[in-house]
């Protein structure tokens, strides 16, 4: 992490950190006082997403479905899958939680991120002790992308969309297997919204 000097704050993204087991103790070493956002979605759209993803990288990986069964019959679910594990979002935070308390953190919802980006972000901002200086006046709906876009970003006169992979069309997966794993994530939802006090309305 680059020196921070007073009045800066340093920001670092890695999505892979929330699920990385040593995460928290490495970065509770380096300061306990870092604040902590966590973006979150449905972790049933959040696997076909991170499938989506794989996918375009690679068109020859199995069906989405191949993957997310250990036995497509029984209907068991293979948690080994990253894109199955990631989204068990109580267990991660678990593992947080060891190390942080939940005032650190601010769980973000993807959805609302999408539907109201001023709203998410005027809660970042107020988390993160700014003046809400980020508001709705930045922001409009680009219906060819089909999500929120800039209207001028810092330093740009053009408005800006997130970039070609962010917003990708999903395919299209069994009614039934979307049903299944939302069984699944069930529980992990209930125990997630328990924890962090927030409901996410996945379910
Ligand atoms: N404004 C705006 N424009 C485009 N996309 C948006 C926006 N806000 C949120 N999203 C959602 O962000 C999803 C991609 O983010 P990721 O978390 O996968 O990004 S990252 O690659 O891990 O950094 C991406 O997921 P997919 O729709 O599955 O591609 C989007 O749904």
């Known amino acids: 992490m680059p020196r921070t000097l007073e009045g800066q704050i340093t920001m670092e993204k890695t999505p892979s950190y929330f699920v990385t087991k040593e995460a928290p103790r490495r970065i509770y070493n380096m300061s306990r006082d870092t604040k902590l956002i966590v973006v979150v979605r449905n972790p049933v759209t959040r696997a076909i997403s991170d499938y989506t993803q794989t996918l375009s990288k690679n068109p020859s990986i199995p069906s989405f479905q191949a993957l997310a069964f250990k036995n497509l019959s029984t209907g068991l679910i293979d948690t080994s899958w990253s894109a199955v594990r990631i989204g068990i979002y109580a267990k991660h935070l678990d593992n947080w939680l060891q190390y942080f308390p939940l005032s650190k953190f601010l769980f973000v919802s993807g959805e609302r991120l999408v539907s109201d980006p001023a709203g998410e972000m005027g809660r970042v901002q107020d988390f993160l002790g700014l003046k809400r200086v980020v508001t709705d006046k930045h ?16 330093g740009g006169s053009k408005p800006r969309c997130l970039g070609k992979s962010k917003g990708r069309p999903h395919p299209k997966i069994d009614m039934q297997v979307v049903q ?7 529980p992990f939802n209930m125990k997630f919204y328990q924890m962090t006090g927030q409901d996410f309305g996945w379910d």
């Open 180 to 186: 299944r794993l939302r069984e699944f994530y069930r």
């Open 139 to 154: 922001f409009y709906f680009n219906e060819t992308k089909g999500f929120p876009c800039l209207k001028k970003p810092e």
